[in-house]
């Protein structure tokens, strides 16, 4: 059934193939793969006219070009919209390829059919079904119970990576934190080598390099064990501020720490505390129970600090406990005033004496000199770190440690549309993975699909199994995976999509890394830190040598529209205002009012639909204006006289032949300076396309455009010398 679906979507048009050629030079061209939504936008439109500017550009150069194109088909919004609608997931996905892909051929696009692939199909997921198992074996997957980003709307788990400013990533309700048993990758054991390996990409942006490094978070701190006063239990912290340890006056655990919940186990209100704090965000509200116990200051004889429980400390960082310095750090400082704690400063300002030197409202958090902090004073900080790292060390209460703030990547969801986890539960206890020749473990058939069949979990018949090494009976993991994971391989499966192995690691070492990946900037955390970490471990796992997936790498700017409300306050489409005299009226006669320029949304309404671009102006023009009116990078505003300009010039372009046609010239002067012009002209619109500056190669070409005519107009060109300017122009102009 599923392959039938899929073959529905093939087309028969012709197609761009490309195979591995040894005499000459690959590039490899991708654009970030298109979830099919629906329709595509003018932000596809503008990615993948970007992707086939440099395709053209490099086939028109003699490379071998691979230019490939397929689907991120799994995931909750076509669960939702299933649901909604009453119809399949598969079945409103394949729907969707299909009106999708009818669209991107229309655009011109010199893809490579051959090779499309879609997530969803089993012949593509049961790949990543066997990398996950040589992952589990080799102990790069596990499984922990773990407190989880939870949706409420979408009723799922999401990764750290999905959680904004405290929502989801997709349904943008306020996340809660839950206890869940769930599956897990060591992307923290790469922690250092994906860090290190980003001073290696040269021709990344240096903004989604800083993302990913400060994402990576790498501290250089030490560990320092306190006392708990007239006990004999230690609590051990983490600090990359060590420098000043003078200035501690509390510490802080996390409700996980093991002591907490020691102490929760004969302390009612401590557990209505730690039950509270899981509705509590702590960016928002700093919340703190006092244990009534106190711990020695490590380096302050006779000074004991209080112990708190605060809901801001994360079990998951560090070792879930810090020493709270309210002087030079704003959360503390927050904490210390709302509990009423001592504030003391151990830094001050360079350019200020020890006594005009007072804490207020703010923290001090920058460089200076060290005050109140015995054989630290007048020392920097960088300084002072050194020197009392190795007093902690001669001390034996602690030492220097690296930390990163990357957490394992929590890859189980609880939702159908996904790729089953292929791993079974057998009745004596044993935790096992499916065996190779049992793969893909496909999605069950379900006749009618609804709400009660959105979790694999309730599906009875299917995940209960049995051993086939045993015969013991057991039952399958009802989670998929996160959608990321099929986004985190799929350049490789481009290479050969139809083999009946992931891929050749002869296709790999030629056409990878990819040379030019096209997306957006948002990706720069999620699926491009993802994709680094992918390649790093299948390398590890033997399935090549490669260590980064992409060479280069573009973030393009979004598409923008004017936003649209009627006087109900009502989104209103662009192509439903019409302008009766000084007035904009919505389709039903109510008045509307503009509002902001923003990226284009379904939710605002401000879309421009690119069929209807192309079914009234042709897909040059789409192009041409994607191309042409900013600079790639940037955000480009959509506005009819900027179509209207493109269709006027692309038509300027064709009533040149019938000029040339009808041409007759008496001119037999040498118009050398012309040609040369035009021949500089050509030269600067390559150089601009190879960095990246397409609307600085459109603006040459309108430069070459108005040299021409202008030589036509003086009668100061020859008609072969006309001929010859006409197959350079639509050369210059074939890859927009």
Partial sequence: VVEKKWQQVWSDNEV???????????????????????????????????????????????????????????????????????????????????????????????????????????????????????????????????????DPVDKTVLANEQVIDGRGWRSGALVEKKKLSQWFLKISKYSDELLKDLDNLKDWPNKVKVMQSNWIGRSIGAEIDFKIAQSDKKVKIFTTRPDTIFGATFLALSTEHELVLEASRNNNKLKRFIEDCKGINPDKDKKGFDTGLLANHPFIKEKKIPVFVANFVLQEYGLGAIFGCPAHDQRDLDFAKEYNLDVIPVVQPYDLKENDFKIGNEAFTDDGTIINSEFLNGLDVSNAKNKIIIEIENKKIGRKKINFKLRDWGISRQRFWGCPIPIIYREDGKILPVEDEELPVKLPDIKKFNESSSALNNISGWKETVCSKTGMKAYRETDTFDTFFESSWYYFRYCNARLDKPFDKSDIDYWLPVDQYIGGVEHAILHLLYSRFFTKALRDLGYFKLNEPFKGLFTQGMVTHITYKNKNGEWVEPKDIEKLEETLKDKNGLSVETGKVEKMSKSKKNVVDPSDIIDLYGADTARWFMLSDSPPERDLQWTETGIAASYKFINKLYELIDRFINYKSNNQKDSRDIIEALKEITNQVSENIELFQFNKSVAKIYEFVNILNDALLKNKLSKENFKWSLEKLSIILQPF
């Fill in 16 to 150: 761009f193939q490309t195979s591995k050629e040894a005499n000459k030079k690959k590039y490899y061209v991708l654009e970030m793969f298109p979830y099919p939504s629906g329709k595509i936008h003018m932000g596809h439109v503008r990615n993948y006219t970007l992707g086939d500017v440099v395709a053209r550009y490099k086939r028109m150069k003699g490379f071998n070009v691979l230019h490939p194109m397929g689907w991120d088909a799994f995931g909750l919004p076509a669960e939702n919209a299933a649901l909604t609608e009453n119809k399949h997931p598969e079945d409103w996905t394949y729907k969707n390829i299909k009106t999708m892909k009818d669209q991107l051929l229309q655009m011109g696009l010199s893809l490579d059919w051959t090779r499309e692939i879609a997530t969803c199909h089993p012949e593509y997921y049961k790949h990543e079904q066997k990398f996950f198992i040589d992952m589990f074996k080799a102990d790069l997957a596990y499984k922990k119970e773990a407190e989880v980003n939870w």
